[in-house]
């Protein structure tokens, strides 16, 4: 079992930033995997941004640019600095982890966009 823990999201106006954590319950280097995911209402969830094991990036079209992923392992933590935040970034966010055959989610942090 993994427990991730997710927090940094907030109410910020347009332009702003934030910075989301994500704190794993196990060292973080032997997951396959590790992403951020969102969820508007009435909305799909969907891929924001992932990291591999190999420390490959990726990102939706809509945050490239304005959003970076990264991982700390010595603290087991995992990152999205977002920045340019617009309205439409505003979801619930997840951090989700693959660690062998198995998928763990975190608890979602809410994040606002609005003036």
């Known amino acids: 079992q993994v427990q991730l823990v997710e927090s940094g999201g907030g109410l910020v106006q347009p332009g702003g930033s934030l910075r989301l954590s994500c704190v794993a319950s196990k060292r973080i280097f032997s997951f396959n995997d590790m992403g951020w995911y969102r969820q508007a209402p009435g909305k799909e969830r969907e891929l924001v941004a992932q990291?591999?094991?190999?420390?490959?990036?990726s990102y939706v079209d809509s945050v490239k640019g304005r959003f970076a992923i990264s991982r700390d392992t010595a603290k087991n933590t995992m990152y999205l600095q977002m920045g340019s935040l617009k309205p439409e970034d505003t979801a619930v966010y997840y951090c989700?982890?693959?660690?062998?055959?198995?998928?763990?989610w975190g608890q979602g942090t809410q994040v606002t966009v609005s003036s």
């Open positions: 990291i591999t094991s190999g420390g490959r990036v």
């Open positions: 989700k982890v693959i660690d062998g055959l198995y998928t763990y």
